[in-house]
């Protein structure tokens, strides 16, 4: 069964930083290009960031340039996100999504929650 895991949310204080991970299960994982989308309450889900299956990254969404980071351990099945410089603005709930490199196999992750308050 494919399947990928969020872990990492939760709650942090504005400025804080925060790296949340997406274990991957059931697929091989090097053939998988993985990104990072994010719903906040009342509002559609949008893309973050991604990873491709060379290890390059691309950042989506102009508010999270320069703050927000994806990399990936072949070895874990693993990829990460890390946050940082975090805003009141960055609370939502964090997905992570896979999809093969060819053809139309594609995964969601169940979501992890990030609130970030004082």
């Known amino acids: 069964q494919l399947q990928v895991v969020e872990s990492g949310g939760g709650l942090v204080q504005p400025g804080g930083s925060l790296r949340l991970s997406c274990t991957a299960s059931?697929?091989?994982?090097?053939?998988?290009?993985m990104k990072w989308y994010r719903q906040a309450p009342g509002k559609e889900r949008e893309l973050l960031i991604g990873?491709?299956?060379?290890?390059?990254?691309?950042v989506y969404k102009d508010s999270v340039k320069g703050r927000f980071t994806v990399s990936k351990d072949k070895a874990e099945n693993t990829a990460y996100l890390q946050m940082n410089s975090l805003k009141p603005d960055d609370t939502a709930v964090y997905y992570c999504?896979?999809?093969?490199?060819?053809?139309?196999?594609?995964?969601w992750g169940q979501g992890t929650p990030v609130t970030v308050s004082s």
């Open positions: 059931g697929f091989t994982f090097s053939r998988y290009n």
């Open positions: 999504y896979a999809r093969r490199m060819f053809g139309s196999v594609e995964v």
């Open positions: 990873i491709s299956t060379n290890g390059g990254s691309t």
